[in-house]
């Protein structure tokens, strides 16, 4: 499986981190390795003193692609996860500066969160209006909703499939809302999407 993960995703994220909005979805892979094992806790690594937590609404693909025509990309998956897109600000600000790759800042160990709960995407009218949440310490710290995306679902599908053979268990990142802020030891990390709880995480 590969983890396809998409930057830039939200306007207001973009005007947070002071970047300059795409003309084209920004794609980035993070390695098998940087997911966060089940019940494990979030271990902040040593190189980083500014991990952000990033939360995502996730998409899992069911069956294997390529080229895919954004009319039948909605039957490529079945099932939406949320998840955490751990980043080493510093790290990645350094690299960023360098005009070096950042997988470093991206794909170090423990920095995917998927959450082990998938929601059947016939519990949603639409995937393009699903509201979602993160909680630090039991207060929102990041929330928003699919409808405001730059690109939805499916135009995503669409696009990554021109670069990517997608395969069945690949994962999406569909990007994250404003509101990432770092995360400091024994704090409590709890995601939702509507009021469904779909993750848990202690950070050491």
């Known amino acids: 499986m590969k983890l396809i993960c998409i930057g830039r995703n939200y306007a ?3 005007a947070e981190l002071e970047n300059e909005r795409p003309e084209h979805p920004v794609v980035f892979l993070k390695p098998d390795s940087s997911i966060l094992l089940s019940k494990h806790p979030f271990v902040i690594p040593p190189f980083s003193n500014d991990v952000h937590h990033e939360v995502e609404i996730l998409v899992k693909i069911k ?19 949320l ?4 980043t080493a600000r510093d790290l990645q600000a350094q690299l960023k500066e360098k005009g070096l790759p950042w997988e470093k800042a991206k794909g170090f160990d423990g920095a995917a969160v998927i959450s082990s709960k998938w929601l059947p ?27 405001e995306m730059l690109w939805k679902i499916d135009a995503l599908i669409s696009y990554v499939s021109q670069y990517f053979t997608l395969k069945i268990g690949d994962v999406i990142f ?20 509507g009021e469904t709880e779909m993750f848990s995480i202690n950070v050491k």
């Open 174 to 193: 569909t990007g994250t809302p404003a509101g990432v802020a770092r995360v400091q030891e024994n704090d409590k990390l709890k995601g939702y999407i």
């Open 121 to 147: 995407v016939s519990d949603f009218d639409t995937v393009d209006d699903i509201s979602f949440r993160l909680e630090n310490n039991d207060v929102t710290v990041q929330e928003g909703s699919t409808s």
């Open 83 to 86: 998840g955490i897109d751990f």
């Open 12 to 14: 207001k994220h973009i």
């Open 63 to 81: 069956k294997i692609g390529k080229y895919i025509d954004q009319k039948y990309a909605s039957t490529y998956y079945d099932e939406i996860g």
